[in-house]
């Protein structure tokens, strides 16, 4: 945020009485530190935030970065304290540091973190309205809500008749649909099989020791000088290359596969009219989503019963957030009237950001952490205000 934009915030006022009211809610307001170690985010936050990070090095040569959100900060300093492994419930208000062109790179989120939570439903249903009470508090009584569910398309995958190796790749895909559908149409057409000019090496890495191959790939990559490719290290482009010759050696997808996907996909629509359409799709196709769907209607149920009017949201199976840790409800909230370009208010359920940290075991929790939350884009809203009032 520039510093015109700030002073802005810090006059308004409202994002101050945003984050006390999430404070009286239950949610204790923290400050992470701005520096951050670069890792978790490169690891995590997909190519969006990697190429937009502002990176330094300490003297012993780690890369820092200032810190581009404040949900894996957040959840780092969770797992560091005392609390790690047991419900917390956290909320913040602070600048975040990614490369804008046109734009400053510094701007302010507030949000909130619950952790640790086992009524999944419950929280998810909690986080939403939560987030409301933020577009409320800035004017706009009725955003466009957009939602969808991870978890669903995770049940999917799981109750196809797929090879272990492409249920994973898969679900990693969702959200990068145009690399999902590379990905199915490679399995449709050759099961899976890579460039021609990779199948020597692919073939050669079949099936061999894991450890190995990694080993020999990293090794002639170095030989040949080559350190990074798109910013990804050998290690990597390594592991890349592994999961390619796995994937090279598993059958095509059957057509009526490739098919049900994409009919899973065409569901959209007010949640009750997507509910029903994917119990007709899953008992039309024999599969078991009993258990996904069971969660989405209580979802969809609870939210009803917090005042929210579930017509209004835009619910499609096809949605997602860009992010690979989200694992259940993803959601963001947007000016109708397209006034304002981005979402004001994104976030959803992410139980598997602990794992993909590598720290919950290391802090003695070796199940999941169940987690949801949100941020809040404090200059969008601002600038929302301002454009609704010029208007007037």
Not at 267 to 277: E, H, L
Not at 313 to 332: C, K, M, P
Request: proline residues 5%; contains cysteine; negative net charge.
């Amino acid at each position: 945020m520039s510093a015109v934009t700030a002073s802005i915030v810090g006059k308004d006022g409202r994002a101050d009485a945003l984050v006390a009211s999430y404070a009286r809610a239950g949610y204790d307001r923290v400050e992470p530190a701005v520096l951050q170690p670069a890792e978790p985010f490169l690891a995590l936050s997909g190519e969006d935030i990697r190429r937009r990070m502002y990176l330094v090095a300490d003297a012993g040569g780690d890369d820092l970065c200032l810190r581009p959100d404040l949900t894996i900060p957040v959840a780092l300093d969770y797992l560091a304290s005392p609390q790690a492994g047991r419900p917390a419930r956290y909320s913040y208000l602070g600048p975040v540091f990614r490369q804008r062109p046109g734009a400053s790179g510094e701007f302010w989120q507030a949000g909130i973190e619950s952790f640790g939570r086992t009524d999944k439903t419950a929280a998810d249903a909690e986080a939403v309205a939560l987030a409301l009470e933020a577009t409320d508090l800035y004017g706009l009584a009725a955003p466009d809500i957009r939602m969808g569910d991870v978890g669903l398309f995770a049940a999917l995958i799981e109750a196809l008749d797929l090879a272990p190796v492409w249920r994973r790749r898969l679900a990693k895909d969702f959200n990068r649909k145009t690399v999902l559908a590379e990905d199915l149409h490679r399995l449709a057409v050759n099961g899976g099989n890579g460039p021609p000019e990779y199948q020597g090496v692919l073939a050669a890495l079949a099936n061999s020791d894991p450890k190995g191959a990694r080993a020999l790939v990293a090794d002639l990559l170095s030989i040949a000088g080559i350190s990074t490719v798109g910013g990804r290290s050998v290690a990597e482009i390594a592991a890349r290359f592994l999961e390619q010759a796995e994937l090279g050696a598993g059958a095509a997808l059957p057509a009526e596969t490739g098919a049900l996907i994409e009919r899973f996909f065409a569901v959209s629509g007010a949640p009750a009219t997507a509910a029903a359409a994917l119990r007709a799709f899953a008992a039309d196709a024999g599969l078991d989503l009993a258990a996904a769907l069971d969660l989405f209607e209580a979802r969809n149920a609870l939210l009803a019963e917090k005042g929210i009017d579930t017509g209004r949201i835009r619910f499609a199976t096809a949605f997602g957030r860009g992010l690979d840790y989200y694992t259940g409800v993803v959601f963001e909230l947007h000016d109708p009237q397209n006034r304002i370009d981005g979402q004001l208010v994104a976030g959803g359920r992410y139980d598997g950001l602990f794992a993909r940290l590598g720290r919950a075991e290391q802090a003695g929790q070796p199940e999941p952490i169940p987690a949801v939350g949100f941020a809040v884009w404090i200059e969008r809203l601002v600038g929302l205000g301002e454009r609704t009032g010029a208007a007037q």
